[in-house]
């Protein structure tokens, strides 16, 4: 059973630029969350998907969007990127809702 | 808003020293508490869930409890090793069909051989 795999691990981009990040859950999970965690912080809930719908939101505005694909992987895309945005973006699947969250690696964002 | 907190935010030990970490939330009003390890640069590894109805778990070395009604977790780490450091971050869960969790900042942890 593979665990929960996050693209790419790093990634430096300018301001204002487009970025996708990739996403792929633990088999058998039907449900992704994404959270931001900016240097020496705890990581911060961004949204979660469940069977492809979005289902909860973060304090984050609408630049940050996602998708949930029909095999359950996912993206992240943040646009017109500021420099706050620098940070290590952590995703984390679950079976289902509240249930345990088994989190990935993380793609490590600067944004120059 | 609930709100969690950590302290302290970086403790060094000497290997072998048996420690306790904690956490505090403001509002006792959560599904369940979960303990993590980060290691530098990396994601988070599960160390210990409790759900709201219990008082503590066991893995090992570790021990986490739970008082609801005060809002405070402690993780206890018994014989501590080198490889112990790191840094252990506490989150609440905040409804049962609710994946938003309210981590603190976290508590940096160095055992010195």
């Known amino acids: 059973e593979t665990g929960v795999t996050q693209s790419p691990t790093h990634l430096i981009k300018t301001r204002g630029q487009q970025v996708t990040l990739r996403c792929s859950s633990q088999?058998?999970?039907?449900?992704v969350s994404w959270y931001q965690q900016a240097l020496g912080q705890g990581p911060q809930f961004i949204f979660q998907?469940?069977?492809?719908?979005?289902?909860g939101r973060g304090n984050f505005p609408p630049r940050f969007s996602g998708l949930q694909f029909p095999n359950y992987s996912s993206e992240l895309n943040v646009n017109a990127l500021e420099l706050d945005d620098s940070a290590l973006y952590l995703c984390?699947?679950?079976?289902?809702?509240?249930?345990?969250?088994?989190f990935g690696p993380g793609t490590r964002l600067t944004v120059l | 808003k609930q709100e969690v907190t950590q302290i302290p935010a970086a403790l060094s030990v000497p290997e072998g020293e048996n420690l306790v970490l904690n956490c505090s939330f403001t509002d006792s009003a959560i599904y369940n508490l979960q303990w993590f390890r980060q290691d530098p640069g990396k994601g988070l590894t599960s160390l210990l869930l409790?759900?709201?109805?219990?008082r503590e778990q066991t893995s090992g070395r570790l021990n986490a409890s739970l008082d609801k009604s005060s809002g405070r977790s402690t993780l206890y780490i018994a014989a501590s090793q080198p490889g112990d450091s790191a840094t252990y971050l506490c989150?609440?869960?905040?409804?049962?069909?609710?994946?938003?969790?309210?981590f603190g900042a976290g508590t940096r942890l160095t055992v010195k051989p």
């Open positions: 998907y469940y069977r492809e719908e979005e289902n």
């Open positions: 409790i759900q709201s109805s219990q």
């Open positions: 989150a609440v869960r905040l409804g049962v069909g609710n994946n938003d969790m309210r």
């Open positions: 088999s058998g999970h039907n449900t």
């Open positions: 984390a699947s679950s079976l289902g809702l509240g249930d345990t969250q088994y």
